[in-house]
């Protein structure tokens, strides 16, 4: 079971969009509507922003939004701000009953 | 609100046992549809599922720690454990105890929803 590939860093001015992709395989993305993604701030715990590959919970800002295509995922922060500089994982239950991660992707604000 | 709290030895020698107790407060471990996890975090890396125990006691491991990790529970202290056996240095991590909750009625659903803060945990002798 391999970790979910994301890329190690994405970049954007604030005000523009940038997306985060999540490859997997048919044992975890590719097969279950199950992938949420999560944000963490150093030093904190993560805080989940999409869960079920699309919803976002309250009180997370409609600029997240997130999608699934085949063994890919993706999250879309739009109108970049200063305050999206974080590590985003995204999580995809797998066959077997577990779970795997991304390997994160550090967001930064330019 | 459902709140998590890690506990135990924040150092531990190579090939000995890793024991660490998460007490939940604010609601039951043995009902509703959720399932209590384990998750690490190695500094500057990426989270690892290590495992969860479900509020009928039914447990899910990583396939990768399955062979050394064991979750339990002991529901007259609201509290589920775990023990992560014959640890090396690739074991040193902050751990968290984390809610999944599961379909069925709630709010969220299929997610990890609720953190502990995390406890670092370094294997060294």
């Known amino acids: 079971q391999s970790a979910l590939t994301q890329p190690a860093s994405v970049s954007g001015s604030p005000g523009q969009s940038i997306t985060i992709s999540c490859t997997g395989t048919s044992n975890d993305v590719g097969s279950y509507r199950l992938v949420s993604w999560y944000q963490q701030y150093p030093g904190k715990a993560p805080k989940v922003i999409i869960y079920?590959?699309?919803k976002r919970p309250s009180g997370i800002s409609d600029r997240i939004s997130a999608s699934k295509s085949g063994n890919t995922a993706s999250l879309t922060i739009s109108g970049l701000q200063a305050e999206d500089e974080a590590d985003y994982y995204c999580c995809s239950f797998a066959r077997g009953d577990t779970f795997v991660f991304g390997g994160g992707t550090t967001v930064t604000v330019l | 609100q459902v709140q998590l709290q890690e506990s135990g030895p924040g150092l531990v020698k190579p090939s000995e046992t890793l024991s660490l107790t998460c007490t939940v407060s604010?609601?039951?471990?043995?009902?509703?549809?959720?399932?209590w996890s384990w998750i690490r975090q190695p500094a500057g890396k990426g989270l690892e599922f290590i495992g969860r125990i479900y509020s009928s006691g039914t447990t899910n491991y990583n396939p990768s720690l399955k062979s050394r990790a064991t979750i339990s529970r002991d529901t007259s202290k609201n509290q589920f454990s775990l023990n992560l056996s014959s640890v090396s240095a690739a074991d040193t991590a902050v751990y968290y105890c984390?809610?999944?909750?599961?379909?069925?009625?709630?709010?969220?659903?299929?997610?990890?929803?609720?953190w502990g803060r995390g406890t670092t945990v370094t294997v060294s002798s």
């Open positions: 984390v809610r999944y909750v599961g379909s069925g009625g709630h709010v969220l659903s299929d997610v990890f929803d609720v």
């Open positions: 604010g609601g039951s471990i043995s009902s509703g549809s959720y399932f």
């Open positions: 079920e590959v699309t």
